[in-house]
């Protein structure tokens, strides 16, 4: 099975603050993918790359960047995160659009 | 660009009650289609897709799907829910071309009383 591995499940972060969130796969997905979920609004897309430094913007992505260095690696970033980035935010690798997204558990971001 | 609505928010039902959540989206192309469930305090699985043939579709734990394509919808069905189904759903298209990402509804969350 794949794996899709963020690596924090929890984060407590200051106003202000430059955040990372990493995401690695395990199974040499071209795509990769970063959403927030928040209760009554589902998944949002924030970026999603389709190679190797490669990035499109999805609906969401005022506030953040990415980067991806490594096909198996995919970095969200918050400039200076703001309480309004409180949010869980999700990581997710497919091999093309047709078959699905394999998610990471999620890390739950506070910003205070 | 691709929207997707889904149409109950809270769904509340007994146990061997039977289900449908609506799903309905927005592209003018030809796409693919997901739903996609998330068990209290786990992560996103993948329940059934459609990306051609046979527009009735069965995915895992007796859930199935039927995509009419002159209604844009894509509505899931279950006959005979349990306890354990109970979960947050999400409807999810994206187009089939590359360079496109997964659109999510606002999800429908489900709880099944006993």
């Known amino acids: 099975d794949v794996k899709v591995t963020q690596s924090s499940r929890y984060l407590v972060k200051r106003t202000g603050e430059k955040v990372f969130l990493e995401c690695v796969q395990d199974?040499?997905?071209?795509?990769m993918f970063w959403y927030r979920q928040d209760p009554g609004l589902g998944l949002r897309l924030i970026y999603f790359s389709y190679d190797v430094k490669m990035k499109e913007k999805g609906d969401i992505p005022e506030g953040y960047s990415v980067s991806r260095e490594k096909k198996e690696r995919f970095s969200l970033i918050l400039e200076s995160a703001s309480t309004n980035q409180t949010s869980m935010y999700l990581c997710?690798?497919?091999?093309?659009?047709?078959?699905?997204?394999?998610f990471g558990s999620g890390t739950r971001l506070t910003v205070v | 660009a691709q929207s997707v609505s889904q149409h109950n928010h809270h769904v509340i039902l007994s146990e061997a009650a039977s289900l449908e959540l609506g799903c309905n989206y927005s592209y003018g192309g030809t796409v693919n289609l997901f739903w996609y469930v998330q068990y209290p305090g786990q992560h996103l699985q993948l329940l059934l897709k459609?990306?051609?043939?046979?527009?009735l579709v069965k995915g895992i734990k007796g859930f199935e799907a039927e995509f009419i394509k002159s209604k844009f919808s894509f509505n899931l069905r279950k006959p005979s829910v349990q306890w354990s189904d109970t979960a947050e759903y999400f409807c999810?298209?994206?187009?089939?071309?590359?360079?496109?990402?997964?659109?999510f509804g606002k999800g429908t969350t489900l709880s099944v009383s006993s």
């Open positions: 199974m040499d997905h071209e795509n």
């Open positions: 997710a690798s497919s091999l093309a659009g047709a078959y699905g997204y394999t």
């Open positions: 459609y990306f051609s043939g046979d527009p």
């Open positions: 999810a298209v994206n187009a089939n071309q590359a360079g496109t990402a997964l659109i």
